[in-house]
């Protein structure tokens, strides 16, 4: 196994420590006592039962080229790239402004430098960027040519010491795979996702993608004790 694949291996399974995730969704909480604590609650319980930061974390260690984030939300992969040590610029995109606008002010609020975002629909542009690139949770809701296309876009700003990492739900007939698809549709109902999911890659697929991008990758189960089909992706230039 190489070392990368060691690193992440060794995080499977654990979301971030109940004091670390607290410490970031704190920022999140409303100055005002009786404030919306939406944000707050969702961040809370997402890094104490969700294992995909400690794993892209892992990912990322020891890398300085630039991060651009990919359909980023609300941003918490800069506040727990900063909590890390983690000091690489980072830049989150994403199509849902009003997510862009309190991620922009709860990074400003809680000082994180180096931390920028804009809104940016993904099926229409990508960003110009040199570095590596995160997306995470989000090729489902691009059309598969949208994903090709996206895929290799990215390969080609991996530079130095640049990887793309990925987090996605694979298509495949097991319960995990219809309960990520359900719970998928379930957000985008309750309008938490304002986007519909809309192609799930398979393992093989990714990979073929990936290959014809140029990439070779890593793949390793990211689930944890979520009742999803999650795996992280990650790529680096052959
Ligand atoms: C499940 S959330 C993941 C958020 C973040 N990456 C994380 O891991 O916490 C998926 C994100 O993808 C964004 N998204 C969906 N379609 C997009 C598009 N066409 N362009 C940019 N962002 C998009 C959504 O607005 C949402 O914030």
Same mark, same amino acid.
């Given at each position: 196994?190489?070392?990368?694949?060691?690193?992440?291996?060794?995080?499977?399974?654990?979301?971030?420590?109940?004091?670390?995730?607290?410490?970031?969704?704190?920022?999140?909480?409303?100055?005002?006592? %009786?404030?919306?604590?939406?944000?707050?609650?969702?961040?809370?319980?997402?890094?104490?039962?969700?294992?995909?930061?400690?794993?892209?974390?892992?990912?990322?260690?020891?890398?300085?080229?630039?991060?651009?984030?990919?359909?980023?939300?609300?941003?918490?992969?800069?506040?727990?790239?900063?909590?890390?040590?983690?000091?690489?610029?980072?830049?989150?995109?994403?199509?849902?402004?009003?997510?862009?606008?309190?991620?922009?002010?709860?990074?400003?609020?809680?000082?994180?430098?180096?931390?920028?975002?804009?809104?940016?629909?993904?099926?229409? &542009?990508?960003?110009?960027?040199?570095?590596?690139?995160?997306? %995470?949770?989000?090729?489902?809701?691009?059309?598969? &040519?949208?994903?090709?296309?996206?895929?290799?876009?990215?390969?080609?700003?991996?530079?130095?010491?640049?990887?793309?990492?990925?987090?996605?739900?694979?298509?495949?007939?097991?319960?995990?795979?219809?309960?990520?698809?359900?719970?998928?549709?379930?957000?985008?109902?309750?309008?938490?996702?304002? &986007?519909?999911?809309?192609?799930?890659?398979?393992?093989?697929?990714?990979?073929?993608?990936?290959?014809?991008?140029?990439?070779?990758?890593?793949?390793?189960?990211?689930?944890?004790?979520?009742?999803?089909?999650?795996? %992280?992706?990650?790529? &680096?230039?052959?």
């Amino acid at each position: 196994m190489s070392e990368l694949a060691q690193a992440i291996a060794a995080t499977h399974g654990r979301p971030l420590e109940r004091d670390r995730a607290r410490r970031i969704a704190r920022a999140f909480a409303p100055r005002h006592p %009786l404030g919306n604590r939406h944000d707050y609650f969702y961040t809370l319980i997402k890094l104490r039962s969700d294992p995909l930061y400690p794993g892209v974390l892992a990912a990322l260690r020891g890398t300085r080229a630039p991060l651009l984030d990919l359909g980023c939300g609300l941003g918490l992969l800069a506040h727990a790239l900063r909590q890390d040590g983690q000091a690489l610029a980072y830049r989150g995109v994403d199509i849902d402004a009003d997510k862009i606008a309190r991620g922009r002010r709860v990074a400003a609020g809680a000082g994180l430098d180096g931390v920028t975002f804009d809104v940016v629909d993904l099926a229409r &542009e990508t960003p110009d960027h040199r570095g590596s690139v995160a997306i %995470l949770d989000v090729l489902q809701y691009l059309p598969h &040519e949208a994903q090709q296309a996206l895929l290799s876009t990215v390969a080609a700003m991996l530079d130095g010491d640049a990887r793309l990492v990925i987090r996605t739900g694979l298509g495949d007939d097991s319960g995990r795979g219809r309960t990520t698809r359900v719970t998928d549709r379930l957000a985008n109902l309750i309008g938490w996702m304002q &986007e519909r999911a809309r192609c799930y890659p398979t393992r093989d697929g990714l990979q073929a993608m990936l290959e014809a991008a140029g990439l070779r990758a890593t793949f390793a189960p990211l689930y944890g004790s979520t009742p999803f089909n999650n795996w %992280l992706v990650v790529a &680096e230039p052959v």
